[in-house]
């Protein structure tokens, strides 16, 4: 054995599997799987890879059952009914997964294969619960796809707390146990790091250098426009990282606020009025201060209404506010683990 193999044996024994979402992408299929499977000759460990057709209106998926077929029952196709977009795709294969540990990556070919081993021997030798790809030297038009990600990167980094440098680096690596508790939904897979970061801590999100890769066949399914959905789903990002359970603070907070500043107007204009006997019926600050007044009953009163939903959405279902790792630790019988006398 060599003495790369051997290093590679000698990880944490488990099972990978590589999700790989996939939307009209018939010329990508081919080279994928011959790098893919070139990458992983000499891996020490049971592994999959996962083809997640995206509804595509091209041969992606014929391409996707004849190249299958010739590599055998590790190659798994999963094909959704139509185009649902990448998140729901990557989670679509997260799902399917059977593996200890999950990889997700483009189907583009910009993404290197042989850079899969290397981030999840540092999953499994850091005891981390996420390794995340970064872009370092990036093979993409720098004013419709770098500037705009390097603007966005330094946003989420300053509002999710998680400070990575590449977020929309789609080779990431899990602890499967992790990102199956991660629902994604709507266009959340680049936040993903910040999703992981609310069932973990942020020590245990790392990245690493990665190589990137020009595209060579097919079209980019990105455009500038993503730029303002990023700015749009990083508000929900912020308020579930924050406030999932504890709505009530969100809405309260803005609520006080308000009420603070139209107490303040209003308090004013009365003063005005006792004292100096001055009319304040046609003043225009009169009615900004009613405006707040009412806007801080109605934030008060979306608090009080959210904080009730949140509380039915966690007794009504199986999710709990928190997260235990250390699942051994509940399975005691009633009669062991209690200390008695003598």
Same mark, same amino acid.
């Given at each position: 054995? !060599?003495?790369?193999?051997? @290093?590679?044996?000698?990880?944490?024994?488990?099972?990978?599997?590589?999700?790989?979402?996939?939307?009209?992408?018939?010329?990508?299929?081919?080279?994928?799987?011959?790098?893919?499977?070139?990458?992983?000759?000499?891996?020490?460990?049971?592994?999959?890879?996962?083809?997640?057709?995206?509804?595509?209106?091209?041969?992606? *998926?014929?391409?996707?059952?004849?190249?299958?077929?010739?590599?055998?029952? %590790?190659?798994?196709?999963?094909?959704?009914?139509?185009?649902?977009?990448?998140?729901? $795709?990557?989670?679509?294969?997260?799902?399917?997964?059977?593996?200890? /540990?999950?990889?997700?990556?483009?189907?583009?070919?910009?993404?290197?294969?042989?850079?899969?081993?290397?981030?999840? =021997?540092?999953?499994?030798?850091?005891?981390?619960?996420?390794?995340?790809? #970064?872009? =370092?030297?990036?093979?993409?038009?720098?004013?419709?796809?770098?500037?705009?990600?390097?603007?966005?990167?330094? *946003?989420?980094?300053?509002?999710?707390?998680?400070?990575?440098?590449?977020?929309?680096?789609?080779?990431?690596?899990?602890?499967?146990?992790?990102?199956?508790? /991660?629902?994604?939904?709507?266009?959340?897979?680049?936040?993903?790091?910040? #999703? +992981?970061? !609310?069932?973990?801590?942020?020590?245990?999100?790392?990245?690493?250098? /990665?190589?990137?890769?020009?595209?060579?066949?097919?079209?980019?399914?990105?455009?500038?426009?993503?730029?303002?959905?990023?700015?749009?789903?990083?508000? $929900? +990002? &912020?308020?579930?990282?924050?406030?999932? !359970?504890?709505?009530?603070?969100?809405?309260?907070?803005?609520?006080? #606020?308000?009420?603070?500043?139209?107490?303040?107007?209003?308090?004013?204009?009365?003063? *005005?009025?006792?004292?100096?006997? @001055?009319?304040?019926?046609?003043?225009?600050?009169?009615? +900004?201060?009613?405006?707040?007044?009412?806007?801080?009953?109605?934030?008060? !009163?979306?608090? +009080?209404?959210?904080?009730?939903?949140?509380?039915? &959405?966690?007794?009504?279902?199986?999710?709990?506010? &928190?997260?235990?790792?250390? %699942?051994? $630790?509940?399975?005691?019988?009633?009669?062991?683990? #209690?200390?008695? *006398?003598?």
């Amino acid at each position: 054995m !060599t003495e790369s193999a051997a @290093e590679k044996n000698n990880t944490q024994e488990h099972r990978l599997s590589v999700v790989l979402p996939m939307y009209n992408e018939e010329e990508n299929i081919q080279p994928m799987l011959l790098q893919m499977h070139e990458a992983m000759a000499d891996y020490g460990h049971p592994w999959e890879i996962l083809l997640v057709n995206d509804g595509s209106s091209d041969q992606t *998926l014929q391409r996707m059952e004849s190249e299958a077929a010739s590599y055998g029952s %590790h190659v798994r196709i999963i094909d959704l009914q139509r185009n649902f977009g990448q998140t729901a $795709a990557m989670q679509a294969g997260i799902d399917a997964a059977r593996g200890d /540990v999950i990889v997700t990556m483009d189907g583009d070919l910009q993404n290197d294969p042989k850079d899969i081993v290397r981030l999840v =021997k540092r999953l499994q030798d850091e005891n981390l619960d996420m390794v995340a790809g #970064w872009r =370092k030297d990036r093979k993409d038009d720098l004013v419709l796809r770098k500037i705009p990600s390097l603007i966005a990167n330094r *946003l989420i980094r300053r509002i999710t707390g998680v400070h990575l440098h590449d977020y929309g680096c789609s080779l990431k690596v899990y602890r499967a146990s992790i990102i199956k508790d /991660v629902r994604l939904y709507g266009e959340m897979h680049r936040f993903i790091p910040a #999703w +992981v970061a !609310t069932r973990t801590t942020a020590q245990r999100i790392k990245e690493e250098v /990665v190589t990137h890769h020009p595209r060579r066949y097919g079209t980019s399914k990105y455009g500038i426009s993503r730029t303002f959905r990023v700015i749009l789903d990083l508000l $929900a +990002v &912020y308020f579930f990282m924050r406030y999932r !359970t504890r709505p009530g603070h969100f809405f309260g907070s803005i609520g006080l #606020w308000f009420g603070t500043l139209g107490g303040l107007i209003l308090g004013y204009l009365l003063f *005005l009025k006792i004292f100096f006997g @001055e009319a304040i019926g046609g003043r225009p600050l009169l009615l +900004v201060g009613i405006l707040f007044a009412v806007f801080s009953v109605q934030f008060l !009163t979306t608090g +009080v209404l959210s904080e009730s939903i949140s509380r039915t &959405y966690y007794e009504s279902s199986n999710q709990k506010s &928190y997260a235990i790792r250390n %699942h051994a $630790a509940l399975r005691l019988d009633d009669d062991k683990g #209690w200390k008695r *006398l003598g």
